[in-house]
């Protein structure tokens, strides 16, 4: 069988949940026994997020093959258990590149390079780039929203590809929003009716329609939309908003029979679906056993909560596996700089700090990583937050004061942490920094061993900078356990602390290999262990 592809677009606004709606589809999909690569195609012009604030576009999620990519990739990676990799995310700089690059090798024989058909079949390329005869359905979701002017290529890219693939081999699906006018007491099915028509002049006439909203629709809203949308009643799905969490909506895809009705349009036997797992996750998830935890994640860009969608979401898988309810107190790291770390952390059980670049706020992290020291309070570093762990400790228990890291303070007296060696001389900021899967050594005894069950341990990486091994010694002399380390031994990956309850800090981001089902080792001991501390 060759590979069927589905392809997912948005209208009237973003912030839909078109990524998760496709990372749903996709859960059902691998349940009822396909195979599936999951795929996004951004419009914007960067080559890739990397270098993109916080702020702008939320998390930059980091694949195992060292592509940082968009947050989407997160949903799909953790509703289906699937593996990303440099493949699943293209934008158009990276589009074009590849087309420039293409033209300067003489590639197109004299030819006038246009945007029809030579970026239109570089966007092509970059499809078939997740077919292959390891899969069976290909998800490509289309970033933006119909009517974009950058989405403009891509749409006409999947025209044609639908035309190429022919009948029963490839279904277009839109996800739209039908809002409540409160006002008016009334749902409104216009925008969804003009999002479509942008598709339908453009050669896409989508075949299953997705609306969000937020309450259920009347039998009236769903003729009108069949009627001027052009799809079967029976296509138009309603996608309410959950009640607890987002790992509901492929349930509430499931009742309306979604899976069933693409695998029709895509001509595919209807195998037996198998959610028992996930059934069993919700409940937990839904009804916790072992009552409330307290979680203080300390950050910079707190404001914008998709900056750290994969900690959230891994310290919610955590809490899934240690059965209690998450109850997580979001800090700005200046704020505890100016109001002290008591005054913001009372109540606590565990203490986040996230990763994260730049000087702003860092003297907070630290505040709140001390705090969390000196008081027996779990505690979990990450990448950044590891890093301010080892000045803490470095400035406050082995006396070097005014430790720090070269990245916030070039002239310290005591660079605890430091540039990597393959940094010096890097002056490019787009994708030039250690990225992706590195394996990792975990001493044996340590809580990260513990936690891992294992010694060898492989994770993603996202930084510039490192553990200073010239400072190895002193911060071991002090009580600091290096409890992971580069299998050649030269860099630091994990510290943790000796006759603390849990306190653990590593550089590199494992909230980006945790799912619902199958919780991060780390994420699951430190909310266990935070549990344990109340
Ligand atoms: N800014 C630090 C570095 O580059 C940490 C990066 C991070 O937290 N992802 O090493």
């Known amino acids: ?73 997160g949903h799909y990676e953790r509703f289906t258990g699937i593996t990303c990799d440099q493949h699943s995310n293209y934008t158009t700089g990276r589009i074009y590149s590849n087309v420039i690059a293409r033209e300067r090798a003489g590639g197109y024989l004299g030819k006038t390079v246009q945007v029809i058909p030579h970026v239109t079949d570089e966007i092509k390329r970059a499809i078939r780039e997740i077919e292959d005869d390891q899969t069976d359905i290909a998800i490509t979701e289309i970033g933006g929203t119909a009517g974009d002017i950058e989405s403009q290529p891509y749409l006409e890219a999947i025209r044609q ?165 998450l109850n997580i107190r979001m800090l700005e790291s200046e704020e505890i700089e100016q109001e002290g770390a008591a005054a913001k952390l009372k109540g606590v059980h565990g203490v986040l700090v996230p990763g994260g670049f730049g000087i702003r706020g860092v003297e907070g992290k630290i505040g709140a990583i001390r705090y969390a020291r000196e008081n027996g309070i779990p505690f979990f570093g990450i990448c950044l937050g590891m890093q301010c762990a080892v000045i803490e ?73 490192e553990f200073n091994p010239a400072y190895r010694d002193v911060l071991e002399k002090g009580g600091l356990v290096v409890a992971g380390l580069s299998p050649d031994g030269k860099l630091v990956e994990v510290v943790e602390l000796k006759g603390h309850p849990w306190f653990v800090a590593c550089q590199y981001h494992p909230e980006f290999k945790s799912t619902p089902v199958a919780a991060h080792p780390l994420f699951a001991a430190f909310v266990e262990a935070a549990a344990a501390a109340r």
């Open 161 to 325: 590809y639908h035309h190429e693939l022919g009948p029963g081999n490839s279904l277009f699906i839109h996800l739209t929003l039908v809002p409540y006018i409160r006002a008016a007491g009334e749902m409104k099915t216009k925008p969804s009716q003009q999002s479509v028509g942008i598709l339908r002049s453009i050669g896409i006439v989508p075949e299953l329609l997705i609306c969000r909203c937020e309450r259920p629709f009347a039998a009236e809203h769903r003729a009108k939309l069949a009627l001027f949308c052009g799809v079967r009643p029976e296509h138009v799905i309603e996608e309410c908003d959950v009640a607890n969490s987002i790992y509901e909506v492929p349930l509430d895809l499931m009742k309306q029979q979604v899976d069933e009705k693409i695998l029709k349009f895509l001509e595919l036997p209807v195998r037996e679906l198998d959610m028992a797992e996930w059934n069993t996750m919700l409940d937990r998830l839904i009804r916790p056993p072992n009552g409330e935890v307290v979680i203080a994640v300390v950050g910079k860009y707190i404001s914008q909560r998709d900056s750290y969608k994969s900690v959230y979401e891994a310290l919610a898988h955590g809490a899934v596996s240690a059965g209690v309810k």
């Open 393 to 465: 400790f470095a400035r406050h228990v082995c006396g070097l004061e005014e430790a720090n890291s070269t990245e916030l303070a070039p002239g310290t007296p005591h660079p605890v942490i430091s540039l990597l060696d393959g940094q010096r001389g890097v002056t490019d900021m787009g994708g030039t920094m250690r990225l992706g899967a590195y394996p990792c050594c975990l001493t044996r005894g340590t809580k990260a061993a513990q936690a891992y069950g294992q010694e060898q341990i492989a994770e993603r990486h996202r930084h510039r900078y």
């Open 1 to 73: 069988m060759s590979c069927k592809h589905i392809f997912v677009t948005g209208g009237v606004v973003s912030s839909l949940g078109k990524g998760l709606t496709a990372a749903a589809i996709g859960l059902l999909l691998k349940r009822r026994g396909y195979r599936i690569r999951m795929q996004k195609l951004d419009p914007y012009l960067n080559v890739d997020p990397g270098t993109m604030s916080p702020y702008q576009h939320g998390e930059v999620y980091v694949t195992e093959d060292g592509r940082e990519t968009d947050l989407d990739l």
